[in-house]
């Protein structure tokens, strides 16, 4: 069961992200009697600058003020915009994500568009899911598409035929097309917690409306940005707002608010002890670290039929420490429970992935043992150069402007979590605090020497020295 858990964690990416949700901001800028904002948050080339120019033309004789193109990387939206319009984007910056999602939770408006290809599927379904809408990879060809009954898609002429690369569905969805029998683009009204549409970019354009939206949808997206930036505005032919979806403050999660220090000097540790992929070094590495830090190391040994990590053992912990050895058979059914309970009783877990070829099976048995903190490693990225986020752990860790040289490695999946370390934009460190627990995830690749070095980078291991001290709450 715990196995089907995790698979099914990977598909859904379901988790809950960030902060408390406020009133709309729609409604604040309209009561200080200025016309909603519509911001255009999409790239100035190909097909998404298309839609950036015809949109703004389109809705030059609304009632709304429009602002494009793109904002500089790390800034903010000016102005609170009530509705922004956006392109998913695999290869969109972690400020540029922050900044996305700060305006989901203020409960402003969204147009989403997800974009082709099995990345922008993993991009939009890792920012949707915590508002529980659900996107699917289609594979099915070419189809005719059809609107469905709805205020916004009223009196729209046919469509025709799309090829649909995705599936919108999720807790108060309202279909507005569909293809195959399956919804391409969906409604979802969460009263003054804000509105949303988010469609396939396969309705957008066909071969002879390349450079402007295929004229069957231009009223319906003009309808759809100025319905989402009016979130909280009640009609007559406004289906009744569904609940959004409780999800945790942002201070909860970033870990940005204080924590005590940990009540135990005792790290229990569950490492390799052999050296494929070259774990001795990382072993090495991390055993002299948790040595500095002065904490005792308690290393217990598998035992037939009996859990590594249980309740009485972490309970005498400070600090949980787990790499990638043992595969799924090998982790008894009651450790992710146990280190789940650790925790949230405000235990620390320092988790080490690291597997190659032949060891692929220890990465099902890591992944098994964080499935009660909803957080997943892959083996897929690729080279690239680290380039480190602001954190806390990292704070006054500096690098060459154009990062530090990287091969592939371990991915985490876990969007709860904030980037300590990116690799080609693609999480390779990670750290997240809930309430007074804490844990942080390094990709093993990281703490080893990379090409033409004999030594991990020193910036790794201050950042593996910087972990241990937040993780005893000493940052």
Not at 30 to 56: F, K, N, R
Not at 415 to 440: F, H, K, S, Y
Request: net charge negative.
């Amino acid at each position: 069961m715990v196995v089907t858990q995790v698979f099914r964690f990977l598909r859904r990416a379901r988790w809950a992200v960030v902060a408390a949700l406020v009133t709309a901001v729609a409604a604040g800028a309209q009561a200080q009697g200025e016309d909603p904002l519509i911001v255009i948050d999409l790239q100035t080339t190909g097909p998404q600058s298309h839609l950036g120019d015809w949109v703004q033309g389109a809705l030059r004789d609304e009632q709304v003020r429009v602002r494009w193109p793109l904002l500089e990387e790390g800034g903010r939206f000016e102005g609170e915009p009530a509705c922004v319009l956006t392109w998913s984007d695999p290869d969109r910056s972690p400020a540029g994500t922050k900044r996305l999602r700060q305006h989901l939770r203020d409960g402003g408006g969204l147009i989403y568009v997800v974009g082709e290809g099995n990345p922008n599927i993993r991009t939009s379904r890792d920012f949707l899911g915590p508002v529980d809408v659900d996107v699917r990879g289609l594979d099915a060809g070419a189809g005719a598409a059809e609107w469905v009954a709805h205020p916004l898609t009223e009196g729209s002429p046919d469509l025709g035929a799309v090829n649909a690369g995705s599936a919108i569905s999720g807790t108060g969805a309202n279909p507005l097309i569909r293809s195959g029998g399956r919804e391409i683009a969906a409604a979802f009204d969460w009263g003054p917690m804000g509105r949303a549409v988010i469609l396939d970019h396969s309705v957008l354009f066909d071969q002879l409306n390349e450079t402007r939206p295929r004229p069957a949808v231009r009223d319906f997206l003009v309808r759809s940005m100025l319905w989402a930036a009016r979130a909280g505005e009640e009609t007559a032919d406004t289906p009744p707002p569904v609940e959004r979806p409780e999800i945790p403050s942002i201070e909860d999660l970033i870990g940005q608010q204080a924590a005590p220090p940990i009540a135990h000097r005792n790290a229990v540790v569950d490492l390799p002890d052999d050296n494929k992929n070259n774990w001795a070094a990382i072993r090495t590495l991390l055993l002299a670290e948790l040595d500095r830090a002065d904490l005792e190391i308690n290393a217990p040994k598998p035992r037939e039929d009996e859990a590594l990590f249980d309740s009485d053992t972490l309970e005498r912990a400070g600090l949980a420490v787990i790499g990638t050895w043992r595969e799924a058979d090998d982790v008894d059914w009651s450790e992710p429970l146990a280190l789940g309970w650790f925790f949230n009783r405000g235990g620390r877990i320092l988790a080490i992935p690291h597997a190659a070829g032949g060891t692929m099976g220890r990465m099902v048995g890591f992944n098994e043992m964080l499935t009660q903190l909803r957080i997943a490693v892959s083996l897929e990225r690729g080279n690239g150069r680290a380039q480190f986020v602001e954190h806390p752990i990292t704070e006054g860790i500096r690098t060459p402007e154009d990062g530090l040289g990287m091969r592939g490695g371990a991915r985490v999946w876990a969007p709860l979590t904030e980037p300590l370390v990116t690799v080609r934009n693609q999480p390779a460190a990670v750290a997240w605090q809930r309430g007074e627990g804490r844990i942080v995830v390094i990709d093993g690749q990281l703490l080893l020497s990379q090409g033409g070095e004999d030594e991990p980078y020193p910036e790794m291991v201050t950042l593996l020295r910087n972990s241990i001290e937040w993780l005893e709450g000493e940052l």
